[in-house]
C-alpha cells in the first residue's frame, strides 16, 4: 500500500475494523517514511456471470425485486424479504468464489423462497426454470406435496414418540 503523502511503497497496520456484515474491513495505517497516518477500506467483491457473458457486481437488492415480484399479493413482510436476500448473499459468499454464475444465485433464491412461501416460490421457479407447460407446474406442485406430506409425517412420528414416552 503506496503512503498517499510520500509515495513511500510500504505502510504498517496500526489498527483494523470489520464493518458491514463482515464485507468491509477499514484499516488505519501508519508510512514507516513520514510517519503519517491515513486510513483504508477493504471490500470483497463479488461478481456475477450473467448468461450473455458480461460481468456484473452482485447486488442483494437485485436478489429482492425478483423476489418481491414473486411475492406480490402474498402475506410476506420485508424483514422476511430482508433476511431471505442475507441468506442468499451469505450462501454465494461461502461458496469462496469470486465469480459465481447467475444460475448459481436462483438456485440460492430458490430454497428459502420455498420455505418463506410455497407460492411465491412457484411462482419464481416458474420463471427461472422456464416452465413451459401446466405439466411443468403440476410436476413441481406435485413434489412439493409430497416432500411437505413426507416432512408431515416425519413430525408426526416424533410427536408420536415425543408422547410415548414417560
Not at 19 to 24: I, K, L, P, S
Not at 33 to 42: D, I
Not at 52 to 57: F, K, L, V
Request: charged residues 30%; glycine residues 8%.
Amino acid at each position: 500500500m503506496h503512503c498517499p503523502f510520500c509515495r513511500h511503497t510500504d505502510s504498517r497496520v496500526v489498527d483494523s475494523r470489520v464493518q458491514e456484515d463482515g464485507t468491509v474491513i477499514r484499516r488505519r495505517r501508519q508510512c514507516p517514511e513520514c510517519g503519517r497516518r491515513f486510513g483504508t477500506v477493504e471490500s470483497a467483491t463479488l461478481s456475477v456471470i450473467k448468461r450473455s457473458g458480461a460481468n456484473e457486481p452482485f447486488s442483494r437488492e437485485k436478489v429482492l425485486t425478483g423476489v418481491r415480484k414473486a411475492c406480490q399479493g402474498r402475506p410476506v413482510t420485508e424483514d422476511e424479504l430482508q433476511i431471505l436476500g442475507q441468506q442468499v448473499e451469505e450462501t454465494i459468499r461461502s461458496q469462496g468464489q469470486a465469480e459465481i454464475d447467475a444460475h448459481e444465485v436462483g438456485l440460492a433464491i430458490l430454497a428459502p423462497l420455498r420455505c418463506l412461501d410455497e407460492v411465491a416460490y412457484l411462482r419464481f421457479a416458474s420463471v427461472y426454470q422456464a416452465f413451459e407447460s401446466l405439466e411443468d407446474f403440476e410436476g413441481a406442485i406435485t413434489l412439493l406435496r409430497t416432500e411437505r406430506d413426507a416432512a408431515g409425517s416425519d413430525s408426526e412420528a416424533q410427536a408420536e414418540a415425543t408422547q410415548g414416552s414417560p
